[in-house]
């Protein structure tokens, strides 16, 4: 979500507030936010929301995330010669 003047932003996963942790982390990049989940599980799963409040008014913008399964991460070690 973008907007001006910089507004006061809050995070919702299936209606409940969304506080940050060593988990999930929010990011703040001029005017642009975003929501980081390092490991994601299936308690994640459901509608997420981010509402922005300002001087101006509110906005808000959501996504459903669904969890399908684990995926495995494999990590290449390539050398370019």
Not at 46 to 53: D, F, I, P, S, Y
Request: hydrophobic letters at 35%; charged letters at 25%.
């Amino acid at each position: 979500m973008t907007t001006r003047p910089e507004p006061s932003v809050t995070w919702f996963c299936n209606g409940v507030k969304i506080e940050a942790d060593d988990n999930v982390r929010f990011e703040h990049t001029t005017g642009v936010y975003r929501l980081v989940i390092r490991q994601v599980d299936k308690s994640h799963a459901g509608q997420w929301r981010c509402v922005a409040n300002n001087d101006y008014g509110q906005a808000s913008c959501y996504c459903d995330l669904t969890i399908i399964g684990k995926v495995k991460v494999m990590l290449i070690r390539v050398k370019v010669i």
